[in-house]
């Protein structure tokens, strides 16, 4: 059977170390006595089998394919890259693209190398990412295309002989290390290596197949040697034994260690004869052997010698998926998502553990180190498990499996190899929550990439800490300082070998009693686990001096602590360096090791100059000699001592052993003086650190540049004042002149403040100081990195900080000098006043002194935000003052913006919000993010209760936490989320805000807490209220804050839910049933909310709301949390507590689950958070916010809502326009009678109204979709239900249409079938007669004129002779009758005055004659195209009208000149009135007469009504009437002649015509009967189809005309304004200004014709040629399946129309309209010459079909009418008709809206309709907005005597407040904003250019224009129109 004993016992463990109670050892005895029986053989075989896990034969490897391009060659290595590292590189795929290597070739000699991957598509990777580096050099990388020659000796045993191996002491590890690395040797798990006398090693594998593996790879190279391993072959030896039944295994934790008591002959057992054996034979006893060796003997994890089941850092970084990101691959932006899914599971796989590592590292959790897999390793024996076959011989054996499973990785190398896989940045932040955890920083480690030893300095170099120090007074005090600055005494634990003594443990108990695992040990999470590469690492942790007896060292003391051994781990440069940096030495060694390795002992200790030996064993007398001579070696200057655990021979308690060795370590520190690690650090020279990194030291001498130029100007103690002047001395005052513009109510003021605004930003722009200049400039460096950016904007934070800890403690101590003083002098008996009041002078200079010399890196982030925000505002380039332009400025805070950076939103210092700066960055940042949608979390609570460090928890983010007031203003970070799901956000807002009660604004009362909370809870989506303790009084004092700010946002818009919630946070609650004890508590703050609320609504004005439920949704039970201490454990030791963080977690899932579940709620994009902020920021620096706020978001829900519904709605009425097209013209086709179209119309309505059903479902459903997953939807659901009926009011509207249509084509087509039947015998005659013409001069040689010409004598003539002109004379004497008859019933009282005015024309109507003469249709009304401007034709004079006395004094110029406007206005309404009632499809009637009659008189009454200034006298309203009598007759009587032409009985004939034409040519020129037919067919196709055409051709170009033009008012008014200011023309700004919607009508016909008829009718050829082309291919179509039909018979002339008629599809066409052409058919020989013939006479028809719809273009689209595409277009864009009572403006929606208000896009200023002062006759300055704010007043005719409408005069007052508008006009929304520039910038422009064509057309004086106005650019105007849409 050939099995090998050695492999079993390999596989279980044999060769693995045991120690104490891990040995456990089982005998089986087997009782074989009366001979070996074969049953128990086979039985003890299969024991062995189960114990050794024998797998089948894997047999052997598969050869890969395409091994040829698998392979790289990789030439010019440079010196110094080995086999080793080149491994490392080409696996990295982020950096150089590489993938898993199977198999590595190195030829030492041409420094070349071959690779050979797993898959071929790494070595394309690879090759996109030439030019590959490595240590400076570009090396060449090629494919390999010949064969590799990857190929080896054949191995015969699992044994490999290597050879020139460098001998030294780790020789054996490392080569374990190695072949144990299956991509860089081969091999797997080493069960044994051997070292022979010449030099070579004996590598024993599992397998003779992982040995055959390491063959084929052939020549490796290790330190840069070259190895050969080649296959080692020994001669076999047999084992003899005895015939001894008993079998001893001793199994320890690692598996059976050794077997003892062997005596049984297996290989004789197995080759026995066979007998039966008995189960009771077999005897299994199982012994468990205690080592006396105590549980504190057993060696830690860290100081383990490692098995030789090894896993190497290569396996590591697999396993953690961590390859690509080794070294430094991870970044701060990588760990800053937010996952939701991340639970627990995610800790169960190695690829998920580092990242949730890291996320609980930034989230500061203290356990985050320990994090382990409790189930990975389980996976590789699953299937072991679910196999019945398999049995576990612990189980067979009643045994516990207490065997360590290798594939599970110990924490803590997962930790080590995490944090060297993190880029310098995250390192540092990574190493400030550690510190905070109290958990020990790596500090030097090796990089296994260029095989350096490196100290890490970068990421200590912003930890700062606190810690005592003696001031030049000699007192105590507290300072921050820098870590690396701090003067500490250092001490380093090492161990030596592997002693028994937990040397980590140690350290934690000296440096706490409290139980901290600042250095991971044996009592830690798997802390007994293998660990594989942290051995080898020196650790750190700083305890700085805190005082009070609280500490256990005198002075600030550092921990270095060397993992391993460090004799084996460290190499000799290492332990200089330790010796170099500690004052203490403290080694933990066995006494064994004094005997054995005493010489590698002294030569370690002797490098040190105070050691400490801590001996882990008891000792006796002649341990004491050895120790002695051990001493006697070292040098006598070497301060010494022996430090034993045991007391004799009783071991010490960790207290004794921890007050022993703390008191020799005391007396050894007293012999050093405390140095910095700076210090320490300048004196090494053998190790690196990574400061030298070419980034990081460009980073350092650029911010170092910068840092010396603010050194250079800046003046004693004023470092804000002179290097960022911008924001520390202007905006101050920027911001108070800010918020004063917004608080002013007259308009001087206003102005004057504009004024000194402008000033203050040119001053801005004037001090800017050159290291800010500097500083921009280093931010948008192009030729910087991003890494090395990061290191300059952290080097100069880092000199910033150090500068301000310099001058600050100084500073502060004279200040509490002062304080003190002031205090001590004011307690005095009679304390001197002016002593008093100039003291407390010093006081505020010594504060300012303070504030001054606070400069940061945010402060100059800040300076830059408002430098360019006047950039912005001022339209300067800042090229002109040499600093980047404004793009590439805001591009670059986006990226910081991405990289996890925090951005200032409000200036804590001023309380002022650069507006435009914060603007343009976050919609360039909702760009970046593909606007997607983010969740708003904002934070409120008073100072210092936790609220930043409340969201660094929650998040991760980087706010600046610390006592006092460390945060100033509002800040916010972006957090992406991690997820795949679909979520309704994708980013996380958290908004940080500086606390409420600050001192520094107490002069200010609450009101700058009311302005703060209130921009807070405005902002975020869920806002939590921080509360420190259970406080009820501060509660209550918070609350009433926030509750506030809550209600003033309902107040807004009390309908509208404000989609809020509110969790109020108790921190520093330590009992964790809080919950159940404050019961009663939770009920008096229900209390005090309901309080708070009731008592806000009092100030706000409402007593409505006496709840807080009232104002926001609030869950008592829910949306309160309970959250213990954050720190836990006393100072220097004290840590963040686990449980607080643990609690932070399950509250943020359940948050973030809460936001999640918020179905009906739409979240906003940045774009909207900026505009939202606009809104808010702007109410709060008014004085009234519920007056002020203004949702833009609600107008720009509102304006997209429009959009959506109009589309909705135009598809909808396109199609049901298109179908009752189609449908009516196949209906109405099939009529050849009259008795079927009453039919057929009551189908089509039928058929229309069960489309209109279905589309207007369709259309619902659609809308309320859109609501649902609307961006804005929980803003847009409240119009909902106003879209849903404006779906239902356009289906009427439709069903009304399509009933009237229907009714006029039903009698269209009666019509057309009388004249069709009165002129068929008139067609027969015509026919007949002709075709006797043709006969007499067919023969006659005529050319085709000739003919032609012949044709049109013969039909003039018969034509003339035929028809009975008298019997088709159409009508039109009634017209003139309709016209009386409504005048003499309109002034039935008035007939007199009536008849005398139509006297004045002609004689007066006689019964039974014509009075045609009384409407003369003269020159006049014949060519006026409206009646407006025609009032001086109309007859009226001075007699005609009565004048009021108020302009009875005006001349009487003025006076004709007012009664000429209010006729015009008269006039217009009319034009309209007549427009409409002409129309080309039916004759003008009395019914349209009327209409147009009774519209004027109606408009002429109402101007009586008006307080005009006059009225007219009934001759006037007469003369009046008749003057619109004789316009109206003129045009309605040219309309119904072109109507008769058109569509007579002559139109009928002029048809027929073209038939006979054909068939008189052919008969003249003997066509055949084919062409003769065809001919035919073409004529009555054109005929037929040219009606058709122009039908589906109208709703066509309706259809394009509203893709073309704009359909949603805002869109309309914006661009009317846009071109009105394109085009400079002043007049058409007048036209607009005196009448909007007349403007915008004529601005839209004007469009539509440019659109159809511009550049040579281009656009309305291709809508003609579509619809043509449409119909034509129909036809065609037809011809061909009605010849095919027919190919095999003559069909009859009637079968043959019939199949032609029914397969048209597009077009509906009678069968009897080809009844005339049968005769033709029936002669028909050749059907397929006539179809071919027919195609080409069709080819030539379209053509003339397209030129004649050219031709006749402006006759088919009418502009004028109710056809009018135009009509029903700008009736639905231009909407609601309502306009501004003030300015005239008209309202933005575009739908008739009632039960919302009224608003308009700007308010007009009102000197734009000639409003000026009474006294002054100043032009009128201000806006609505700002009226309405004001305390200015107005006449009641302003706003057209609303407040006295019956008698529409002015009322008693005469004078109105416009802030009372509300009062008598509620349903216009008029913004009140001082602040003109915000809401009428256009105007502004628009007055400011066009001032003097103003001044002359309204004699006004503008001499009161500001000056600011002219500054206004167009660009700034027409953006502001468009601030909310493109938001």
Not at 1808 to 1832: L, M, P
Request: aromatic letters at 8%.
């Amino acid at each position: 059977m050939g099995v090998d004993i050695d492999t079993y016992r390999g596989r279980i463990g044999t060769f693995k170390f045991a120690y104490g109670n891990d040995v456990v050892t089982i005998v089986c005895v087997i009782n074989l006595s009366g001979g070996i029986k074969v049953t128990g053989s086979v039985l003890f075989i299969g024991l062995l089998l189960l114990i050794s896990g024998i797998e089948s034969n894997p047999g052997p490897r598969e050869n890969d394919a395409d091994q040829e391009q698998r392979t790289i060659l990789v030439a010019g290595i440079p010196e110094g890259v080995d086999m080793e590292h080149l491994l490392l590189v080409f696996k990295n795929a982020r950096k150089h693209g590489g993938g898993k290597i199977s198999n590595i070739r190195f030829n030492e000699d041409d420094r070349s190398s071959l690779i050979q991957f797993e898959q071929s598509a790494t070595v394309q990777s690879v090759l996109q990412k030439r030019p590959i580096v490595l240590f400076g050099s570009v090396v060449e990388v090629d494919v390999l295309t010949t064969d590799a020659g990857f190929r080896s000796s054949v191995c015969t045993s699992s044994t490999v002989e290597v050879n020139g191996i460098q001998m030294d002491y780790s020789v054996k590890e490392l080569l374990e290390y190695y072949f144990e690395d299956e991509d860089s040797s081969g091999g797997n798990n080493v069960v044994d290596i051997k070292i022979t006398k010449d030099g070579s090693a004996l590598v024993t594998f599992e397998s003779t197949a992982v040995a055959q593996r390491v063959v084929d790879k052939g020549t490796y190279t290790l330190r840069q040697k070259p190895l050969i391993a080649v296959p080692y072959t020994t001669d076999d030896s047999s084992c003899s034994c005895n015939d001894s039944s008993t079998v001893s295994m001793e199994i320890t934790s690692a598996g059976i260690a050794q077997t003892k008591d062997t005596n049984v002959d297996v290989m004789s057992a197995i080759s026995a004869k066979r007998h039966d054996v008995d189960i009771e034979d077999i005897r299994v006893e199982i012994k468990v052997s205690c080592d006396q060796t105590t549980v504190m003997e057993q060696p830690e994890s860290d100081d383990e010698i490692k098995g030789d089941a090894k896993v190497t850092l290569n396996q590591i970084l697999e396993k953690t998926a961590l390859t690509d990101k080794y070294p430094g691959g991870i970044s701060v932006q990588d760990i800053m998502s937010i996952d939701l899914e991340e639970t627990s599971q995610q800790q169960n796989t190695y690829e998920g553990l580092p990242w949730v590592l890291l996320k609980r590292i930034i989230s500061v959790q203290s356990k985050a180190r320990d994090l382990s897999i409790a189930t990975v390793g389980k996976e590789n024996n699953e299937q072991a498990e679910d196999t019945e076959s398999e049995v576990n011989i612990f189980d067979l054996l009643q045994v516990e499996d207490t065997t360590p499973d290798n594939n599970i990785l110990c924490p803590f190398d997962i930790f080590f190899i995490t944090i060297q896989c993190c880029d310098p940045m995250l390192k540092q932040l990574l190493f400030k929550k550690l510190h905070l955890c109290k958990i020990a920083l790596p500090f030097i480690q090796f990089d296994r990439l260029s095989s350096e030893w490196v100290v890490l300095v970068w990421p200590f170099r912003s930890l700062v800490v606190e810690s005592k120090f003696l001031s030049q007074s000699l007192e105590t005090r507290t300072t921050e300082i820098e870590i690396l600055e701090l003067p500490v005494k250092t001490v380093t634990f090492a161990n030596f070998g592997r002693p028994l003594y937990s040397k980590s443990k140690l350290m934690n108990d000296l440096l706490s009693d409290d139980i901290q695992d600042t250095f991971y040990n044996m009592n830690c999470s798997l802390g007994m686990s293998q660990r594989c590469i942290s051995n080898g690492q020196v650790e750190m942790f700083s305890m700085p001096l805190v005082g009070s007896g609280r500490g256990r060292f005198e002075e600030a003391v550092t921990f270095f602590n060397m993992r391993g051994s460090v004799e084996s781990d460290f190499t000799d440069d290492v332990t200089e360096c330790i010796s170099k940096l500690s004052d203490t030495f403290v080694l933990v060694v066995d006494k064994s090791s004094f005997q054995t390795d005493g010489e590698a002992l002294t030569k370690i200790v002797s490098c040190f100059t105070s050691v400490i030996v801590i001996i882990a064993n008891s000792l006796d007398k002649s341990d004491m000699i050895i120790l002695k001579q051990f001493r006697g070696n070292l040098p006598p200057s070497l301060l010494f001592k022996f430090v034993s655990k045991y007391k004799g021979v009783t071991q010490m308690n960790p207290k004794e052993m921890v007050a022993q060795l703390q008191n020799v370590l005391a007396s050894h520190f007293r012999e050093y003086i405390a140095k910095s690690l700076d210090d320490r650090l300048s004196e090494l020279s053998n190790l690196s650190n990574d400061e030298k990194e070419p980034e990081c030291i460009k980073g350092k001498e650029k911010a170092l540049g910068i840092f010396q130029s603010m050194k250079k100007i800046q003046k004693e103690g004023q470092w804000k004042r002179s290097i960022t002047p911008v924001h520390y001395i202007h905006s101050k005052r920027l911001g108070s002149y800010i918020q004063m513009l917004y608080r002013l109510k007259d308009i001087k003021e206003t102005c004057n403040v504009e004024k000194k605004i402008k000033q203050l930003r040119e001053e801005q722009l004037e001090h800017i100081s050159e290291p800010v200049k500097l500083f921009i400039q280093s931010v948008v460096d192009d030729n910087d990195s991003p890494r090395l950016k990061q290191y300059f904007l952290r080097w100069l934070s880092i000199f910033l900080e150090n500068e301000k800890r310099k001058q600050l403690p100084r500073l502060i101590s004279q200040n509490q000098l002062q304080r003190q003083t002031f205090a001590d002098l004011k307690n005095k008996t009679t304390p001197n006043d002016k002593e008093l009041e100039s003291l407390s002078n010093e006081i505020i200079m010594s504060q300012e002194l303070i504030e001054d010399a606070t400069l940061g890196i945010e402060h100059l982030f800040r300076e830059m935000g408002h430098i360019y925000e006047t950039f912005i505002v001022l339209h300067k380039s800042p090229g002109a003052f040499e600093l980047p332009s404004v793009e590439t400025l805001i591009q670059a805070m986006v990226f910081f913006l991405n990289e996890g950076h925090t951005f200032e939103i409000v200036d804590g210092d001023n309380f002022y919000l650069p507006s435009n700066w914060v603007r343009s960055v976050l919609e360039k940042m909702s760009q970046n993010i593909n606007m997607k949608k983010v969740f708003t979390l904002s934070v409120l609570g008073v100072q210092s209760s936790g609220k930043s460090t409340l969201l660094n928890s929650l998040f991760g983010s980087q706010f600046p936490v610390k006592s006092g007031r460390c945060t100033r203003g509002i800040h916010m970070q972006v957090l992406p989320i991690s997820s795949s799901n679909n979520l309704p956000f994708r980013y996380v807002i958290v908004i940080d805000s500086e606390g409420l009660r600050a001192t520094e604004f107490s002069s200010r009362g609450h009101s700058h807490d009311n302005e703060l909370s209130t921009v807070i809870a405005g902002l975020g989506d869920i806002t939590l209220v921080n509360v420190m303790g259970e406080n009820t009084t501060e509660i209550r004092d918070i609350v009433q804050v926030v509750v506030h700010a809550f209600l003033k946002l309902k107040l807004v818009n009390k309908q509208l839910d404000i989609g809020k919630m509110f969790y109020l946070v108790h921190q520093n609650v330590m009992d964790i049933s809080a919950r159940d004890n404050m019961r009663t508590g939770l009920h008096v703050l229900m209390e005090t909310l309901d309080l708070a609320a009731k008592d806000a609504g009092e100030i706000e004005g409402t007593r409505e709301i006496t709840t807080f439920r009232q104002v926001i949704d609030f869950d008592i039970n829910a949306n309160v949390w309970y959250l213990p201490n954050y720190w836990q454990g006393n100072p220097p030791m004290a840590r963040v507590n686990s449980d607080y963080i643990e609690r932070i977690f399950d509250h943020r899932y359940k948050l973030l689950g809460k936001a999640l579940a918020c179905t009906d709620k739409s979240y906003k994009s940045l774009n909207d958070i900026s505009l939202h902020m606009q809104d808010l920021w702007k109410g709060v620096l008014t004085e009234d916010f519920v007056f002020c706020f203004r949702n833009s978001l609600e107008i720009k829900a509102y304006i997209h809502m429009e959009e959506a519904l109009k589309d909705i709605l135009i598809k909808f009425e396109n199609i049901i326009e298109n179908e009752h097209v189609i449908t009516s013209q196949k209906l109405f086709s099939e009529c050849i009678q009259q008795n079927l179209v009453q039919n057929a119309a009551d189908k089509l309505i039928k058929q229309m109204r069960d489309v209109l059903t279905e589309k207007m479902s369709d259309a619902i459903i659609e809308m309320k979709e859109y609501c649902e997953k609307n961006d804005y939807k929980d803003t847009i659901l409240q119009w909902e239900d106003f879209a849903i009926n404006r779906v239902k009011s356009l289906s009427n509207e439709l069903d009304d249409r399509i009933k009237r249509e229907t009714v006029r084509l039903r009698d269209r087509t009666c019509v057309e079938l009388t004249i069709k039947e009165k002129s068929l015998q008139h067609e027969a005659e015509l026919y007949e007669r002709s075709l006797q013409v043709a006969k007499a001069i067919k023969g006659e040689c005529l050319h085709m004129e000739e003919i032609e010409n012949k044709f049109e004598q013969t039909w003039e003539i018969i034509s003339r002779e035929i028809i009975n002109f008298g019997d088709l004379q159409d009508s039109t004497e009634s017209l003139s009758d309709n016209f009386e008859k409504c005048l003499f019933d309109i002034f039935n009282t008035e007939k007199l005055i009536l008849k005398s005015e139509l006297q004045k024309q002609t004689v007066c109507h006689k019964p039974g004659g014509k009075c045609e003469e009384h409407f003369p249709c003269t020159s006049v009304f014949r060519d006026m195209k409206s009646l407006t401007g025609s009032f001086s034709s109309s007859g009226i004079d001075f007699d005609d009208i009565s004048f009021s006395t108020e302009i009875y004094g005006e001349e009487n110029e003025a006076k004709l000149l007012r009664v000429e406007n209010v006729a015009d206005n008269i006039f217009a309404e009319t034009d309209t009135t007549v427009d409409t009632c002409l129309t080309d499809r039916d004759e003008v009637s009395y019914r349209e007469v009327r209409r147009v009659l009774l519209k004027a008189h109606k408009e002429i009454l109402q101007t009586q009504n008006q307080n005009v200034g006059f009225t007219f006298k009934i001759t006037g309203v007469v003369k009046l009437c008749l003057h619109v009598s004789y316009f109206a007759h003129a045009r309605f009587k040219a309309y119904n002649a072109e109507y008769a032409k058109n569509n007579g009985i002559h139109a009928k004939l002029d048809k027929y015509k073209c038939q006979v034409r054909e068939q008189f040519i052919a008969y003249v020129k003997d066509r055949k009967a084919e062409e003769a037919a065809a001919k035919q067919i073409i004529a009555v196709l054109e005929n037929v189809l040219w009606d058709k055409i122009k039908e589906r051709l109208q709703v066509t170009i309706k259809t394009a005309l509203k893709q073309n033009l704009p359909q949603l008012k805002f869109h309309l008014i914006v661009e009317v304004l846009e071109y009105m200011a394109n085009a400079d023309d002043f007049e058409s700004f007048f036209k607009y200004i005196k009448n909007p919607r007349k403007f915008v009508k004529q601005w839209m016909k004007e469009k539509a014709e440019t659109y159809l008829f511009g550049s040579n009718m281009m656009n309305f050829s291709q809508l003609a040629t579509v619809i043509v082309n449409e119909f034509y291919d129909d036809i065609k179509r037809s011809v061909n399946k009605s010849c095919d039909l027919f190919r095999t018979e003559n069909p009859s002339t009637e079968k043959w129309i019939d199949m032609f008629t029914k397969h048209f599809s597009k077009c509906a066409i009678s069968k009897s309209e080809f009844q005339n052409i049968t005769k033709f058919l029936c002669q028909i020989e050749d059907i397929r010459n006539f179809s071919s013939i027919l195609i080409e006479n069709l080819n030539v028809s379209v053509e003339n079909v397209k030129q004649k719809s050219n031709n006749q273009a402006k006759r088919i689209v009418q502009f004028t009418g109710p056809d009018s595409p135009l009509k029903p277009l700008f009736k639905q864009a231009w909407g609601c008709p309502e306009q501004c009572a003030f300015c005239g403006e008209p309202c933005a929606k575009g739908f008739s809206h009632s039960g919302t208000n009224h608003y308009s896009l700007q308010h007009r200023i009102s000197c734009c309709s000639g409003a000026r002062e009474d006294f002054t006759h100043k032009a009128a300055i201000t806006s609505c907005n700002y009226n309405v704010q004001s305390v200015q007043v107005h006449h009641c005719d302003l706003f057209g005597f609303r407040c006295n409408p019956q008698n529409m005069k002015p009322c008693e007052l005469k004078w109105h407040n416009y802030k009372d508008y509300k009062d008598f006009i509620p349903d216009w929304d008029i913004e009140p904003n001082a602040n003109m520039s915000d809401c009428s910038m256009f105007w502004m422009w628009f007055v400011a250019t066009y001032k003097c064509q103003l001044a002359v057309k309204y004699k006004y004086d503008i001499s009161c224009i500001p000056e600011a106005w002219d500054d206004i650019t167009k660009a700034d105007a027409l953006a502001n129109l468009r601030r909310i849409y493109t938001t």
